[in-house]
C-alpha cells in the first residue's frame, strides 16, 4: 500500500512540475509580447530543470523563446557575438525538434531569424579578420556553416582563419570535413555591365544574363570562373599532418596534392623535407633534381632549398644553395644572412675543442691550428655582412654580427667605424 503511495506522489510530483513549465512558458509569451524581455530569463531558467519531461511542442516553444530574448539582446548591443551564436543554436534546436515530431509552429519564423543571424554572423567574422580575431571569427563562420550546410565556402573559410589563429587541429578537422563533403569552391559566375550604373552585375545562371543583354539594359557579357581550391585543401591537410610530425600520414596526402597541383613547388619541397627528416636521401635528391630542373634560375626556390638542407643538418648542401640564390639575385637579403648563419655553425665546435685543450706542447700547437680556423672562418663572413648592410644600410642585427667579427679579429679601426657609423 505504501509503494503504491509513493508511486501515486511521483506522478503528482511529474504532473506539478509539467503544470508549472506550461504556466511559465506561457507567462514568458505574455511578457515577450508586452515587451517586457528581463522578466524572460528567468521564468525560462525555471523550465530549463524539468525541460526533460516536456513535450516536443514545449520543447520548441522553449527554445523558440530562448532564441528570441538572444535575439533581443543582439538588437540592443548587448554581447552581441555571444547572443548571436547562441541564438543561432536555440533556432537549429527548433528546428530539429519540430522536423522530428512532424509539427512545425515555429519553424517558419526562426528560418526567418536565421537569415538574419547567419548575415551578421559573417558581417561580424569579416570585421573579426580585419583585427585580426581569427578565432573568434572562425567560431562564427562554423556556425554560420552549421545554419546552412549547403553553402560550403563558409567552412572553407573557416579553416583559413583557424590556420591564421594557428589552430591547427580545428582547420584540418576543417579540411578533413571540405574533403569528405567534395567540396571544390569551383564555380561560375555571369556577369555583365549595366547600362544605367556602369557596374558589372552577376546573374546566377547564362540565360538571366542572357535575357538582360538581349532586352539591352547590359552589355559586355562574360564569365567568371573561380577556379577549384581542391589542390589548396589537400595541401594544407598535408602541412598540417607534417606540422603535427604525422609523416607517412602525410606523405600520401603530399601524392595526392602533388598529382593535383603539379606545378606547386612549395608542395615538392615538403615532400623533400619528408625525404630528409626520415633519412631517405636518395629520394631527397631524385626529387631536388626534379625541381630544380623546371626551375634551376628560380632564387625563392633556391633559398627554400637551402634552409630544407640546413634544417636537415646538411650545412655543405645549404651553403650551396644559398650561394647559388645570391648568383641569380645579388640583393637576396636573407640568403645573406642565413649563409653567414650557417658558416658561423661552424664555430661552435671550435670553441668547444680549444676550450678542452690543455697546456702541452701539443695542445698549444693544436690550439694554434683552431685559432687559425677560426680566424679565416671570420674571414669568410665578412664579405656577404658588408653586402648585407649595403643593402639594408639600417639593420642593425647585421652590424651587431659585423662588429663582433672585427672585434674577433682585432680589426679595431673598422670595428670603431662601424660603431659610429650605426651609431652604437
Same mark, same amino acid.
Given at each position: ?15 506539478? /512540475? ?10 514568458? +509569451?505574455? /511578457? ?48 552581441? *557575438? ?10 537549429? +534546436? ?17 528560418? @526567418? ?35 546552412? #550546410?549547403? =553553402? ?14 594557428? *589552430? ?5 578537422? =576543417? ?5 569528405? &563533403? ?50 589548396? %585543401?589537400? #595541401? ?17 596526402? %603530399? ?7 603539379? +606545378? ?33 634560375? *628560380? ?17 655543405? =648542401? /645549404?651553403?650551396?644553395?644559398? @650561394?647559388?640564390? &645570391? ?15 650557417? $658558416? ?5 665546435? &671550435? ?10 706542447? #701539443?695542445?698549444? $700547437? ?15 663572413? &665578412? ?10 644600410? =639600417? ?18 679601426? +673598422? @670595428? ?9
Amino acid at each position: 500500500m505504501k509503494a503504491k503511495n509513493v508511486l501515486l506522489t511521483s506522478a503528482l510530483l511529474v504532473s506539478v /512540475a509539467t503544470f508549472a513549465q506550461k504556466d511559465q512558458l506561457k507567462a514568458a +509569451e505574455k /511578457a515577450i509580447k508586452k515587451g517586457n524581455m528581463t522578466e524572460v530569463p528567468a521564468l525560462l531558467s525555471q523550465v530549463e530543470s524539468v525541460l526533460g519531461n516536456a513535450s516536443d511542442a514545449e520543447k520548441a516553444q522553449y527554445y523558440y523563446l530562448r532564441e528570441t530574448v538572444y535575439m533581443d539582446a543582439v538588437e540592443k548591443n548587448v554581447d552581441t *557575438d555571444k547572443n548571436l551564436l547562441l541564438a543561432a543554436k536555440a533556432a537549429k +534546436e527548433v528546428i530539429a525538434i519540430e522536423k522530428a515530431s512532424g509539427k512545425q509552429q515555429y519553424t517558419a519564423e526562426v528560418t @526567418k531569424v536565421i537569415s538574419k543571424v547567419k548575415d551578421k554572423l559573417l558581417n561580424s567574422a569579416i570585421a573579426d579578420s580585419k583585427t585580426e580575431k581569427y578565432a573568434e571569427g572562425a567560431e562564427k563562420l562554423t556556425e554560420v556553416y552549421h545554419l546552412d #550546410k549547403k =553553402d560550403t565556402l563558409n567552412l572553407y573559410y573557416a579553416s583559413s582563419f583557424r590556420l591564421n589563429a594557428k *589552430d591547427f587541429d580545428g582547420a584540418l578537422a =576543417d579540411l578533413q570535413e571540405l574533403r569528405k &563533403i567534395r567540396f571544390t569552391g569551383k564555380s561560375k559566375t555571369y556577369v555583365a555591365t549595366s547600362l544605367v550604373s556602369n557596374k558589372e552585375e552577376g546573374f546566377p545562371t547564362k540565360e538571366d544574363r542572357d535575357r538582360m543583354v538581349k532586352l539591352k539594359t547590359h552589355t559586355n557579357p562574360r564569365v567568371e570562373v573561380v577556379a577549384s581550391k581542391e589542390g589548396e %585543401i589537400v #595541401k594544407n591537410i598535408a602541412l598540417i599532418l607534417v606540422q603535427q610530425k604525422k609523416i607517412e600520414e602525410a606523405k600520401k596526402v %603530399i601524392v595526392e596534392a602533388r598529382t593535383l597541383n603539379p +606545378e606547386d613547388t612549395s608542395l615538392a619541397m615538403t615532400e623533400a623535407n619528408l625525404y630528409l627528416e626520415t633519412k631517405d636521401f636518395d629520394s631527397y635528391k631524385k626529387l631536388v633534381t626534379e625541381i630544380l630542373a623546371k626551375k634551376p634560375n *628560380d632564387a625563392d626556390l633556391l633559398f627554400n632549398l637551402g634552409v630544407v638542407s640546413a634544417t636537415a643538418k646538411n650545412k655543405a =648542401d /645549404a651553403e650551396m644553395y644559398y @650561394k647559388k640564390a &645570391i648568383e641569380v639575385d645579388p640583393n637576396y637579403m636573407n640568403a645573406y644572412i642565413n649563409l653567414v648563419g650557417v $658558416k658561423l655553425e661552424a664555430e661552435t665546435p &671550435i670553441n668547444a675543442e680549444m676550450n678542452k685543450l690543455g697546456t702541452s706542447d #701539443k695542445d698549444n $700547437k693544436r690550439y694554434e691550428v683552431l685559432k687559425a680556423e677560426k680566424k679565416k672562418l671570420y674571414q669568410s663572413v &665578412i664579405p656577404y655582412l658588408t653586402k648585407s648592410l649595403e643593402i639594408e644600410k =639600417d639593420n642593425k642585427d647585421v652590424a651587431n654580427t659585423l662588429i663582433s667579427v672585427y672585434g674577433a679579429l682585432e680589426m679595431s679601426a +673598422e @670595428k670603431k667605424a662601424l660603431k659610429e657609423k650605426m651609431g652604437l
